[in-house]
């Protein structure tokens, strides 16, 4: 259930980030031959992109948590073995959540608030609630996967530990790694060619020597 639910989050957020992106490029470049070509600027365009930036934003948040791809402070963290390791990581995706929806919960008033007062955007004459709801419903997702993450971590007997649902604790950078992965399928390579690529990807950049 819970693999449902993430995959169901997932699938969510990047159709939202895809077409906010999408839309606001599209929106951007018209703007632009607008005013070259026809002397004309569409007049909304400044709200509109106003708009998908926070969407972008506060979705992205839960997004790049689900990857794992966010920034962490892991000095004291690597010195832990694995069970404790598995441990702190219950702690803080248990506190982060805790602070995502706290937020949530303080933006959900603000954004009551607003539709109470009945304000709206002035270009588009559209309901300034319904701009910042995404900022609630940001907080909220990212809770979510912060609370998945706790959950997936519960299970002691597991080497290995998860910063996200999906997503291993790990010395190589995700993209090096997605770069080796793409490697071994294409070229069969086993575990000590696996080191050895990893060693010439990372020489370059200077990472940290993988677990391979």
Known sequence: MLTLIDKFIGKAEMCVLGWGIIIMAVNTIANVFGRYLFSQSIYFTEELNEFLIVIITFMGLGYVTRKGRHIRM?????????RYKKLLMIVIASLTAMAMFTLAWYALEYVAKLASR???TPALQFPLYLTYIWVVLGFAVTGIQYVLTAFRNLNLSDEDVYISF????EYLDPEIADVMNLYQQDHGV??????QAAKATCAPIG?????L
């Not at 892991?74 to 694995?82: C, I, K």
């Not at 999906?166 to 604790?169: A, E, F, I």
């Not at 086993?190 to 080191?195: I, K, L, R, S």
């Not at 990472?207 to 677990?211: A, F, L, Y």
Request: proline content about 0%; overall charge negative; charged content about 25%.
């Open 118 to 120: 009945g304000r709206v």
């Open 207 to 211: 990472c940290k020597e993988s677990k």
């Open 74 to 82: 892991s000095a004291l963290y690597d010195l832990l073995s694995v």
């Open 190 to 195: 086993e575990t000590t060619g696996q080191a």
């Open 166 to 169: 999906s997503t291993v604790d």
